[in-house]
């Protein structure tokens, strides 16, 4: 009978297809031990990287400060293997992730991601595609510089192989970090990196993937016509190799293209034909998306309790998956709502939860939009300190990121601060050159700033 396999602290046993709290002892037998000692005091680490010996052992000595951990390369190479089931079960391959985690399979996954970490820092190697997986369960889970370390080690292992497809995955996730910071100029770097590697290496998934992400990557920054070809071309190709679900997330990009540069018509055709695909195929998280769009086109037809139905529908669903991101611009979207619905306690409650969520995650974009709201309606309270303390929060942080539309509207907001401050030379500043970088990006203009003659 084989030996079970635990976790490097010793808390957790591998049954084959979940891991269980170890047994309090878990001596197997004289040839076969797992040892474990709590500690006060700090040791070393021992690492047997040739260890054939049938007695070898993962001793483990709980400190806390530090504590001794002698893993052999036989055992690193069940743990490994027990991860990679472990994160199978789950949904997570090298290619793609499950929406979203239980709180049973949050638990998992820390306690997979805490074993990679073992090994990764006595120096035993780690085939890179499972680093991959890896890195898609601590992004999944909120855990972004992980996720990082993960990408890196990958893409370092995939250069040294020269595994081009493997370094075009590599370089695409780290892509995708960088723009959930809101590193804009590095995330188009990456992702036009990965493009690159994805056509050399005939990837016609993840030439879509790449074009997509390149497609938010210009639609964040103001190049609409930009984003617009990338996300056609994406749409193309998902086509082609009949992929549903990255059509209907192709779709609703387009539809929200649509949605900003004030085609409401076109937004929804985009919109209804990406929620019927994803009804279809019960993609929840894309159903979330089509949702929120569709809210956001009620909202801007000005049929708002049709749109609150639908945000609070969308909403249901992240609660019912655990999609924070969904949740937290769910929230801000609702809190739009009930603004026009004269529910300004609700709109506060719903920004602010909004907000909390982003900063905490690091979601800069996010932040700064939930942030711009609370800033109305600190305005609307009367509190034009704390108005115009998001307002400035919000310029950098979209200037920081490379969003020049939000930082327009981040300047209005400023605007309307001063306006109440009767400071009307300034406003009359921050409106023109906001209405000017508009203007630019071929952003749909107010009619107030129009007749005013900006």
């Known amino acids: 009978m084989a030996d079970p396999i635990f976790s490097p602290n010793g808390k957790w046993m591998w049954t084959g297809s979940e891991w269980i709290p170890a047994p309090p002892s878990s001596a197997t037998g004289a040839d076969s031990t797992i040892n474990l000692e709590d500690s006060m005091m700090s040791g070393k680490v021992n690492v047997e990287q040739n260890s054939n010996d049938a007695s070898s052992a993962i001793n483990l000595k709980d400190s806390a400060m530090s504590g001794d951990i002698n893993i052999t390369q036989n055992n690193a190479e069940d743990i490994a293997t027990a991860m990679v089931q472990a994160l199978e079960r789950m949904g997570f391959s090298s290619q793609s992730s499950p929406a979203t985690l239980t709180h049973s399979q949050e638990k998992e996954v820390e306690l997979v991601l805490e074993m990679s970490d073992v090994l990764s820092n006595q120096g035993i190697e780690i085939d890179p595609w499972t680093e991959i997986m890896l890195g898609n369960a601590a992004s999944i889970g909120g855990k972004t510089n992980s996720a990082e370390q993960h990408y890196l080690r990958a893409l370092e292992t995939f250069r040294k192989n020269d595994d081009r497809l493997g370094e075009g995955s590599a370089l695409g996730n780290l892509g995708n970090i960088a723009f959930t910071r809101g590193e804009m100029h590095e995330a188009e ?37 930009e984003a617009e070809r990338y996300h056609r071309e994406g749409l193309d190709i998902f086509k082609e190799i009949n992929d549903v679900a990255n059509q209907s997330t192709a779709l609703g990009n387009l539809g929200f293209l649509a949605y900003v540069q004030g085609d409401l018509d076109g937004a929804e055709i985009y919109a209804n034909e990406a929620y019927d695909i994803t009804k279809g195929v019960g993609d929840q998280t894309g159903e979330i998306g089509a949702l929120g769009l569709l809210a956001m086109i009620s909202k801007g037809k000005g049929d708002y309790y049709e749109a609150e139905k639908l945000q609070r529908s969308s909403l249901t669903l992240c609660q019912a998956t655990g999609n924070m991101e969904g949740k937290m611009r769910g929230l801000n979207e609702l809190g739009n709502i009930m603004l026009r619905l004269n529910n300004l306690a609700e709109a506060e409650r ?82 023109t050159k906001a209405v000017e970088i508009k203007r630019e990006l071929g952003l749909q203009i107010d009619q107030f700033f129009i007749d005013n003659g900006y």
């Open 350 to 431: 719903s920004f602010l939860e909004s907000y909390t969520i982003a900063k905490t995650t690091g979601s800069k974009h996010t932040q700064a939009t939930a942030g711009l709201n609370l800033g109305g309606v600190a305005r609307e309270q009367g509190d034009l300190f704390k108005s115009e303390q998001f307002y400035v929060e919000g310029i950098d942080i979209f200037k920081e990121i490379g969003d020049r539309g939000g930082e327009s509207d981040a300047l209005i907001g400023l605007g309307t601060v001063y306006n109440s401050k009767g400071n009307h030379d300034e406003e009359r500043k921050l409106y």
């Open 189 to 225: 770097r990456l992702q036009q990196g990965s493009l690159a590697l994805r056509r050399e290496t005939g990837d016609r998934e993840g030439e879509g993937l790449a074009l997509i992400n390149i497609g938010n990557i210009r639609e964040i920054t103001g190049s609409l016509a």
